[in-house]
């Protein structure tokens, strides 16, 4: 014989009871079933809202009776053929017209007790088990009803305790006397040693079922949900989770304990003597496996099983010199909340005995403070104890194995996986058979934590990058439009899935945690929100999301200031914005410093040279021990396409114009012109080498005519450069006089550094530089002589996207 159990999900209308029934009919083929059914979904919740209004002198309680009725109604309507309704309607006004009586006496004397709170909150399971019993009689099923009252029976006990041999023999009776394919019974309803109607706690359907299999000696219990199984985590909170095959006893009561809410944790107590399997199914996919659970641990080597957590939890802290090596002092607190009867979900005890956590249902969270406080009075007074500190907004998250205990580096892999996402565990427990690791941590961080945990432990060892990226320009919508080609790419062949969900440029911006659609990211970014940097940084907090990175794509010196707001939160920064590394040293270091304090990669490598990999080669030099003497460069791919087109016949006006449009300058060409970018650029690598300086330090020699830069917008300073050709032409005309080419170099050496125009001889390596390439020489003790040269495409829409996509690709695989 089996029992079957269907939850308030399984029967919470007409359609989901014709599959129940379908379900039953099956099982009852081959032998006898007990069934257990809920309340319809969501009718527990309504009794006892109506209980509490009534208590409260509130007349809604009518309007959700109305509700309550509704419910039952329509689902009758649909489940029952019109010539039978009325009898069944009958039976159903009868039993509504007792609850609103119920009600009405709950009004009138304004108390909702314990007794009669149990009353009212077994309705639920009592018109529901009437109503699927009539359907299955509609539909050719041999059911008999029952009512649990009459079977199930409760001693008196601080926690809700069975009368197993009463219920045995009340059971035995019941099947010897009748011959019924199935036996139909509501769940949660029960009835105490004195006659009295009770219930078995929330979940306690489950209960009642695993009840019913430990006295038939069922051959399995079916606990059927709305999901496959027991997940390997919350799969409304990792879309990654997936059904765990099979689980042994002790891990279904850690992972239920800690949150699971497929089944309920006393549900397993019963069946767990009698060797009972217990199967967890899915009423809208009955094809499915679902999950095993027996007494049999998995076979599977896997260290840990599924990842659980409980919300809505307090940490209580008691902490002070008056507990050293007292004998009896965790004795005090713990027979204190036990006589409230309050549960303690977690505990933890530094070795110095200097302090103790507990964790507790926040609802209980004052009441243990006030109790904790009142039993340590005289110590408190001593001031030898603190008063008990609560922290609230917090949560649990446990991992779950039968194998953790055969694997080293279980705990250390899952405290460093929270650190790195900026995860602060508060508390820490764990027992001696290694079969559960909990921590505490915020509760704002509860999605983050599941999600970085459940890659860590049970995804193919794929990391998904979040970014948030601000500036789509030409720059900036390259690089989405290179994320979407190599997307199947980089999870084949790296394991990284990269989502965009934050977008920004200089009106609007939009954010979708689910991942913004790229196919689409112009139509859906021009309805977005007002842009603002701080708000699209505390909207990025918000959101708390793992592995997230920070890009930024614009030349904008206020988003630059933000930098230190991402690497304080342990977001990754990955720019091409040189302002901030060029910005006052103290800036410069302070972002360097929150880098490393935090964990958070802070990757600028397109600040120079775009695409090339000229800061990763300095950086190289200096780890691995080399020092830097002197650096000469052509750093503007934008001056060096300028002077490489500047011609007899061509005009410099003209050549500005064409590297604006081609995207090689700047919107603002004077950023370019200016040789202020450049200064920038020889800075980073000074700065990158090991030296202390400011952008002040740096000799600007430039040649454009004096008060161009002054000009008031980028047309009045076009306009300038048209009308001082001929100071552009004399430039041109005295390097081909000499055989020479122009060239806008930058110098580092000896601690200085120096930028501007020269002109550059036929036997220098800067001479033959084309198009808008860059070139780096360093000199340095290896490479004293010959020096180490760096040389390629310096700008650019596309090489600098691709410099910052590597960057991207560097933080996931960091």
Request: aromatic share 8%; charged share 20%; net charge negative.
């Amino acid at each position: 014989m089996n029992v079957l159990k269907f939850g308030g999900s399984s029967v919470a209308n007409a359609t989901n009871i014709n599959k129940v029934i379908q379900i039953i009919k099956h099982a009852a083929q081959q032998e006898s079933v007990l069934v257990v059914v809920s309340a319809l979904g969501g009718i527990t919740d309504l009794l006892l809202t109506a209980g509490q209004q009534a208590s409260q002198n509130d007349e809604s309680y009518k309007k959700t009776l109305a509700t309550i009725e509704s419910k039952h109604m329509e689902t009758v309507k649909e489940l029952i053929p019109v010539a039978t309704q009325s009898r069944i309607i009958s039976k159903i006004k009868a039993d509504l017209n007792r609850l609103e009586s119920l009600c009405e006496g709950i009004f009138l004397l304004k108390e909702f007790s314990a007794k009669t709170e149990a009353v009212l909150s077994g309705y639920g399971e009592l018109l529901s088990s009437y109503i699927i019993a009539e359907a299955a009689v509609v539909q050719k099923t041999d059911v008999s009803l029952q009512d649990s009252r009459k079977h199930i029976f409760t001693v008196p006990s601080s926690k809700i305790s069975i009368d197993y041999p009463k219920v045995q023999e009340s059971i035995t009776t019941l099947l010897q006397e009748e011959k019924k394919e199935v036996f139909l019974f509501p769940g949660f309803v029960a009835t105490t040693q004195d006659g009295e109607p009770t219930t078995l706690g929330r979940g306690g359907s489950d209960f009642t079922a695993a009840i019913l299999a430990a006295v038939v000696n069922a051959k399995e219990l079916q606990i059927w949900t709305d999901v496959s199984g027991m997940y390997t985590a919350n799969p409304r909170l990792v879309k990654q989770a997936k059904p765990i095959p099979h689980l042994s006893y002790q891990e279904a009561m850690e992972l239920s304990h800690f949150g699971a809410k497929v089944i309920y944790p006393p549900t397993i107590h019963p069946v767990l003597e009698k060797n009972i399997p217990i199967y967890i199914k899915n009423t809208f996919q009955p094809d499915e496996k679902g999950t095993l659970i027996t007494k049999e641990k998995n076979t599977a080597s896997i260290p840990v099983t599924g990842i659980s957590h409980i919300e809505d939890v307090c940490l209580l802290s008691i902490e002070g010199s008056g507990m050293v090596g007292i004998p009896g002092f965790s004795k005090r607190i713990f027979e204190a909340l036990f006589l409230a009867d309050i549960n303690v979900i977690l505990i933890t005890q530094a070795s110095s005995e200097h302090s103790i956590c507990l964790a507790v249902a926040t609802m209980d969270c004052q009441k243990a403070k006030s109790i904790l406080d009142n039993v340590f009075e005289f110590e408190i007074n001593k001031s030898i104890l603190e008063p008990v500190i609560i922290e609230d907004d917090v949560a649990i998250v446990a991992l779950v194995g039968d194998h953790m205990y055969h694997h080293q580096g279980i705990s250390g892999k899952m405290f460093s996986t929270l650190g790195k996402n900026n995860v602060n565990i508060r508390a820490i427990a764990q027992g001696a058979s290694e079969r559960n690791i909990s921590v505490v941590i915020g509760k704002k961080d509860i999605k983050k934590a599941l999600n970085v945990l459940h890659e860590e432990f049970f995804e193919v060892k794929s990391k998904q990058l979040n970014l948030f990226i601000t500036g789509v320009g030409n720059v900036g919508s390259k690089l989405i439009e290179q994320i979407q080609q190599q997307k199947s790419y980089l999870k084949e062949k790296l394991r990284l899935k990269i989502r965009v969900v934050g977008m920004s440029n200089s009106r609007t911006m939009i954010f979708d945690d689910k991942g913004i659609a790229l196919d689409t990211w112009q139509k859906t970014l021009a309805t977005g929100e007002k842009a603002n940097a701080d708000l699209f940084f505390n909207r990025a907090k918000e959101m708390n999301i793992r592995n997230s990175i920070f890009v930024d794509n614009t030349a904008n010196p206020d988003i630059a200031m933000v930098y230190k707001n991402y690497l304080a939160e342990s977001m990754a920064v990955v720019t091409c914005n040189k302002i901030a590394c060029a910005d006052a040293y103290e800036n410069y270091e302070n972002l360097q410093n929150l880098s490393r304090k935090y964990n958070a990669s802070f990757l600028y490598e397109t600040n120079v040279g775009a695409g090339l990999p000229i800061i990763d080669t300095l950086n190289n030099l200096m780890v691995s021990g080399d020092n830097v003497h002197k650096i000469q460069a052509v750093l503007s791919g934008s001056l060096n396409f300028i002077f490489n087109n500047f011609k007899e016949g061509i005009s410099f006006y003209d050549i500005v114009k064409q590297a604006q449009e081609e995207g090689f300058t700047e919107p603002d060409p004077r950023i370019d012109l200016s040789g202020i970018d450049v200064a920038r650029k020889i800075l980073i690598l000074a700065r990158e080498s090991g030296y202390h300086m400011e952008l002040e330090d740096i000799s600007n020699d430039s040649f454009l005519p004096e008060g161009s830069l002054d000009t008031p917008d980028v047309a009045s300073f076009l306009e300038m450069v048209k009308e001082s050709e001929p100071h552009f032409k004399g430039l041109l005309d005295a390097a081909n006089k000499n055989n020479c080419r122009l060239k806008y170099v930058a110098q580092f050496e000896n601690g200085k550094a120096k930028v501007g125009i020269q002109q550059i001889p036929t036997d220098h390596p800067f001479y033959n530089l084309e198009g808008s390439d860059n070139i780096v020489l360093f000199f340095t003790d290896r490479y004293p002589k010959q020096p180490l040269l760096v040389k390629g495409a310096g700008a650019g829409a596309a090489v600098t996207a691709s410099g910052i996509f590597a960057d991207i690709i560097r933080v996931g695989k960091k």
